[in-house]
């Protein structure tokens, strides 16, 4: 079964009366389970794609389907219910910076309305498998890039859900601390079945954790295909030298 | 130096003018806030667009703040005899003040949730939240630090106004000083008023100043 599937998406922006077309007809469908990347240059449409699965942007043409139900069918109770079954993680983190970290892993289960005894309970656990069970008292501002990333991912696995959206979240950590998150997101994805999307430009994050890839280019899809094949026939790097990508993925 | 008379009169000179600078503020708040807010989710970018709405309070706003106060202060008169039932004294005063302080204080709040950084705001949509949750569990939480501040200048500026209307018997300090310094030439009693204002200035700054300090997260 698909977990997410998205037909047709055209995302159509009017900047100075200019029409700007971010997405152009893309189609993919990511299975349950499986981890996924998207691939692109800065600026290629990956951020609208991946803000289209919750629908943070609507798309202008096209269908959005989470577990076989579509997005735009929805109330708005109801898609906020649905949002908060798919968890995200950003490149800036966004974590509260007023808060501390258990009560920013606590956060998403506030809004659901669950009790502050049992949310803090279940935010402990999350942050002894994100592994800062020490941390709970320190302030975003006290962490690392590496460490404020775990207490995202912690926060995003907070309502159980059963997707997990991933922009750039390693672009702005260091070489090593992205392998540790990567890492982590892969076994998050074996141990508690999560289906994982992976937005990035970096070649190197899809080689490691990715079952699939999409690559976007200029708001199109040019290229599916599983990672292996698209290494092992080289194939990625010649689409890569065709968009000018080279030296965004190269590492 | 002075009797026991103008002591007297100079200490509940003090009294009114807190009362006049306080209680303003605070109603200034309870208007102003709701309207900040409002400002901020109608936004051409803001949670909620709505062009309508954002234009009147917009509109609304830059009037009242393009009125000197001296000169709103007596437009408001029917106003706040309607009010009040009288247009001079400290109780009267604080009606100009309010309608003087909302649109102020509506600018202030609205800049101060501006500065909420926007990638919080998506990741608290992502998971879910509603409009309202959004408002008040992450722009007034977030944005607390510059909402203090902001209030810090906005009761600092009042206790200013609260002066400027003793001109027009509004009681306070500020009436004292017009009436025994101006009107009368008793220097000692406007230099005595004038320190005290700067006093009750200096102590409102350091609480809004420590209070920012000591509630923000952010640098450690």
């Known amino acids: 079964m698909s977990a997410i599937r998205l037909e047709h998406l055209t995302k159509k922006y009017e900047v100075d009366g200019q029409t700007v077309v971010a997405l152009d007809d893309v189609s993919l469908s990511i299975d349950s389970g499986e981890i996924y990347g998207i691939i692109g240059m800065s600026g290629a449409g990956k951020s609208t794609l991946v803000r289209s699965v919750n629908f943070i942007e609507k798309p202008t043409e096209g269908r959005v389907l989470i577990d076989d139900v579509e997005l735009a069918g929805l109330s708005e109770g109801e898609l906020r219910k649905?949002?908060?079954?798919?968890?995200?993680?950003?490149?800036?983190f966004n974590l509260l910076e007023q808060r501390n970290v258990l009560s920013n892993v606590c956060f998403p289960l506030e809004i659901a309305g669950v009790k502050k005894k049992e949310a803090k309970e279940k935010a402990r656990k999350l942050l002894k498998m994100v592994g800062l069970e020490d941390k709970e008292k320190a302030y975003p501002s006290q962490l690392s890039g590496g460490q404020k990333q775990r207490v995202a991912i912690a926060r995003?696995?907070?309502?159980?859900?059963?997707?997990l959206l991933c922009d750039e979240a390693t672009s702005a950590l260091d070489p090593k601390t992205t392998d540790s998150i990567l890492a982590l997101l892969k076994d998050i994805n074996s141990r508690l079945g999560i289906t994982i999307a992976v937005i990035t430009h970096q070649m190197s994050v899809v080689k490691k954790i990715c079952d699939r890839v999409a690559v976007i280019d200029k708001g199109r899809l040019v290229e599916e295909d599983?990672?292996?094949?698209?290494f092992e026939t080289g194939e990625i790097l010649e689409i890569f030298n065709n968009s000018g990508l080279a030296a965004a993925g190269g590492e | 130096m002075f009797d026991a008379k103008t002591i007297y009169m100079i200490v509940e000179g003090i009294g009114d003018t807190l009362y006049m600078t306080l209680l303003s503020t605070l109603l200034g708040y309870v208007v102003g806030l709701p309207l900040g807010i409002t400002l901020y989710v109608t936004a051409p970018d803001g949670l909620k667009p709505n062009k309508f709405i954002y234009r009147v309070i917009d509109f609304f706003c830059n009037i009242i703040r393009s009125i000197p106060f001296l000169i709103l202060l007596i437009l408001l008169i029917p106003i706040t005899r309607a009010i009040v039932g009288q247009?001079?004294?400290?109780?009267a005063t604080i009606v100009p003040l309010v309608i003087c302080?909302?649109?102020?204080?509506?600018?202030?709040?609205?800049?101060?949730?501006?500065?909420?950084?926007?990638?919080?705001?998506?990741?608290?949509?992502?998971m879910g939240a509603s409009t309202f949750q959004i408002i008040t569990k992450v722009l007034l939480v977030e944005a607390r630090i510059s909402l203090i501040s902001g209030a810090t200048i906005t009761t600092g500026i009042l206790l200013g106004y609260s002066a400027m209307s003793g001109t027009v018997g509004g009681g306070g300090l500020g009436d004292i000083a017009v009436r025994y310094g101006y009107y009368r030439w008793q220097t000692d009693i406007m230099i005595v008023t004038v320190v005290l204002l700067i006093v009750i200035f200096q102590i409102i700054q350091n609480v809004g100043t420590r209070l920012a300090l000591r509630l923000d997260h952010r640098k450690r």
Do not use: C, H
């Not at chain 1, 995003?156 to 997707?163: F, G, K, M, R, W």
């Not at chain 1, 599983?226 to 698209?230: D, H, I, N, P, Y």
């Open chain 1, 156 to 163: 995003a696995l907070a309502t159980n859900p059963e997707i």
């Open chain 1, 82 to 92: 649905k949002r908060s079954e798919i968890g995200m993680i950003f490149q800036s």
């Open chain 2, 87 to 91: 247009s001079y004294g400290s109780t």
């Open chain 2, 101 to 126: 302080a909302a649109p102020y204080i509506a600018r202030v709040v609205e800049t101060a949730l501006n500065e909420v950084d926007k990638g919080v705001i998506e990741a608290a949509k992502a």
């Open chain 1, 226 to 230: 599983t990672v292996e094949k698209l």
